[in-house]
């Protein structure tokens, strides 16, 4: 299962989306404008996905009690 975050530019979370979806097929909802979106990698602390249901209480305390840590990714561009 795959999580989503839509954040701001602070690292506030606006949203979680949990999705199990195929590795070339991941559906994701169009953020509010000024947000932006990442997929969360290794363990959310709190949160224990056994199950094919996320439990939605425990993301939204997710949501409420921790932000992302690195709030504006960087990118570089290069030549084709």
């Given at each position: ?28 909802l169009v953020p509010e404008p000024g947000l932006f979106v990442a997929e ?40 084709k």
């Amino acid at each position: 299962m795959k999580v989503r975050v839509h954040y701001d530019s602070f690292g506030a979370i606006h949203g979680l989306i949990a999705l199990d979806a195929p590795a070339d097929r991941m559906p994701m909802l169009v953020p509010e404008p000024g947000l932006f979106v990442a997929e969360v990698e290794g363990e959310i602390p709190g949160w224990k996905h056994e199950t094919d249901q996320p439990d939605l209480e425990a993301l939204r305390k997710i949501a409420q009690t921790l932000r992302v840590a690195t709030p504006i990714p960087r990118c570089k561009l290069v030549r084709k």
